[in-house]
Nanobody, 122 residues
Framework: VQLQAYGGGLVQAGGCLRL?????????????MGWFRQAPGREREFVAA????????SYADSVKGRFTISRDNARNTVHLQMNSLKPEDTAVYYC????????????????WGQGTLVTVSS
């Protein structure tokens, strides 16, 4: 599976962006998908993840209530709707395909997109 994330950009605080991640291959619906982010000088951190069917989602506390993850298995895409953005949301955002293990640990993801930069100005 190859992943390509897009949709990042520059937005003012309080604004919104929608990230998307397109996956190649026929087995997209077999995998839990997640979004992580990495800010300058910091480690990559969990943002959100979604089950194979889309019926179960999980969020980092820092984004809960502001971000929504969704997926369209017919189109092999996963989205991250980001509302009420804050300057501390500035980071490169990565989509990943999870292998085994917990949803929240980036080493459990075995395939990553190239990342898309989100910059939130104050």
């Amino acid at each position: 599976v190859q992943l390509q994330a897009y949709g990042g950009g520059l937005v003012q605080a309080g604004g919104c962006l929608r990230l998307s991640c397109a996956a190649s291959g026929r087995t997209f619906s077999n995998y839990v998908m997640g979004w992580f982010r990495q800010a300058p000088g910091r480690e990559r951190e969990f943002v959100a993840a979604i089950s194979r069917s889309g019926g179960i989602t999980s969020y980092a506390d820092s984004v809960k209530g502001r971000f929504t993850i969704s997926r369209d298995n017919a189109r092999n895409t996963v989205h991250l709707q980001m509302n009420s953005l804050k300057p501390e949301d500035t980071a490169v955002y990565y989509c990943g395909k999870k292998g085994g293990g917990d949803w929240y640990v980036d080493s459990n993801y075995d395939n990553w997109g190239q990342g898309t930069l989100v910059t939130v100005s104050s």
